[in-house]
């Protein structure tokens, strides 16, 4: 094929309101900010996104899209490096690599319908399907709400579902027994605490989860950035429960950190938050070198496309906030 030259990176941010309060162990919000991108070329269009602040569409609308536009859209990774090249004194982490994400997920796109391929096919599929898991239960959320919610999940054929903890930790037991009421054995229950807890109390819940309610997923029980605070609940959790982290990761240097560290069974990645496509299949490779499996942060639209390329994958998290924002803004959006 003849090179073919991006013609036009187009740039827009929408802020959503939740359907209700939603908050976890350390935040709450009212609303979130998808930034989206449309890359055009060849007469074929390609969209990307990100779950981000809206100054990464001003970063894209007033140096990304210059770097884009006129390179060979063939060349996505010719693409991400000159955009990781030209925010290098801004910041390579936060806002920076949330925009380059969004601008790279749709170049990969574009390539493919250029292609005539779907992602996954251009990927390289290796699987026809993904495991999700329904994630939400929102620490203040009411226990009607919660069961609600997770009651739901199940009927509807998902067999893994995740709730919030942190936010008040003496009524966290109380919170996680109503979840398994909700759900019976039928379902695996997972547990976020966002990083909320402090190393004895997650020890100690983790024992209360696992023992009592037999809770087998364990996310960021301490701080992701306390990586000897995870390696020391990963040693010390109980049986069956993995200790999981790394939805915080912008670059291969921070997951490197992490799996050096012994910290986690099961890493995650967020592509809209780890510099794309690119950065996430990279992230997916480095975790295969290390023998942890990959498991995807939100945003299940794209994620679904690349779980399914990725050998290492355990799941990709069907978040409420971003299935619903999927479902409104994208035709197609998938479906369990």
Not at 210 to 237: C, H, K, N, Q, T
């Amino acid at each position: 094929m003849n090179a073919i030259a991006v013609e036009r990176i187009e740039v827009s941010a929408h802020t959503v309101p939740t359907d209700a309060p939603e908050a976890d162990g350390t935040l709450a919000w009212d609303s979130t900010t998808i930034v989206i991108v449309r890359a055009s070329a060849g007469g074929c269009t390609g969209t990307g996104y990100s779950y981000t602040h809206d100054a990464a569409r001003t970063l894209i609308q007033g140096k990304l899209k210059g770097v884009v536009e006129g390179r060979n859209a063939m060349d996505v990774p010719g693409h991400w490096q000159a955009m990781v090249k030209a925010v290098r004194n801004y910041g390579r982490q936060g806002i920076a690599a949330s925009a380059i994400a969004a601008v790279d997920i749709a170049l990969w796109d574009l390539k493919a319908r250029l292609l005539d391929l779907p992602l996954v096919t251009l990927l390289g599929a290796c699987r026809e399907a993904i495991e999700i898991y329904g994630s939400g239960g929102f620490t203040c959320y009411s226990n009607d709400q919660l069961q609600a919610q997770l009651a739901g999940w199940v009927e509807r054929g998902i067999g893994k579902v995740k709730i919030k903890v942190g936010s008040e930790p003496e009524a966290d037991p109380e919170r996680v027994r109503a979840a398994r009421a909700a759900i019976g054995p039928r379902a695996d229950l997972f547990v976020d605490a966002n990083g909320a807890y402090d190393r004895k109390q997650a020890l100690a819940y983790a024992e209360i989860f696992a023992r009592e309610y037999g809770v087998s997923w364990f996310e960021e029980p301490v701080s992701s950035d306390d990586l000897d605070g995870l390696r020391l609940i990963r040693d010390r959790a109980p049986a069956g429960m993995d200790i999981a982290a790394g939805e915080y990761g912008y670059d291969l240097y921070y997951f490197r950190h992490m799996l050096e560290a012994g910290a986690v069974d099961v890493l995650q990645a967020d592509v809209t938050r780890c510099a794309g496509v690119t950065g996430f299949m990279a992230a997916g490779a480095l975790c295969r070198a290390y023998g942890i499996p990959v498991s995807a942060h939100t945003a299940p639209s794209i994620h679904a496309h690349l779980c399914c390329a990725l050998p290492n994958v355990r799941h990709v998290e069907y978040f409420h906030d971003h299935v619903r924002i999927e479902e409104m803004l994208f035709e197609g959006a998938p479906a369990p």
